[in-house]
Nanobody
């Protein structure tokens, strides 16, 4: 079971990036998928999570209105669209998957049991 995150890069403040996380080895269509990030010298923090239906979504306060999480079942992929990026969004972004199916509350790090390798996002001022 692998999660492959991609889409990171260098962008100017105010710009946009779309991260992708493709799952292989098994399907996560019935489980929570989430995005987390770890900035320089900081602890890993929750960014966004989406439940198995795609309709129950949780966001960290600091990304509400700027980031959008979505899942595409046919591709076993979850996306994170990031708009209006700020220098403080600079971090390594990780996708994660829950192994318990049909959970609806996807905001707690402890539920995630599979993690991708991370993709670097750097926002310049």
């Amino acid at each position: 079971v692998q999660l492959q995150a991609s889409g990171g890069g260098l962008v100017q403040a105010g710009g946009s990036l779309r991260l992708s996380c493709a799952a292989s080895g098994r399907s996560f269509t019935s489980a929570c998928m989430g995005w987390f990030r770890q900035g320089p010298g900081k602890a890993r923090e929750f960014v966004a999570g989406v439940n198995w239906t795609g309709r129950k979504i949780a966001y960290a306060e600091f990304v509400k209105g700027r980031f959008t999480i979505a899942r595409e079942e046919a591709k076993n992929t979850v996306y994170l669209q990031m708009n209006s990026l700020k220098p403080e969004d600079t971090a390594v972004y990780y996708c994660a998957a829950d192994l318990t199916i049909y959970r609806n509350d996807c905001q707690y790090p402890s539920i995630y049991e599979r993690w991708g390798q991370g993709t670097q996002v750097t926002v310049s001022s």
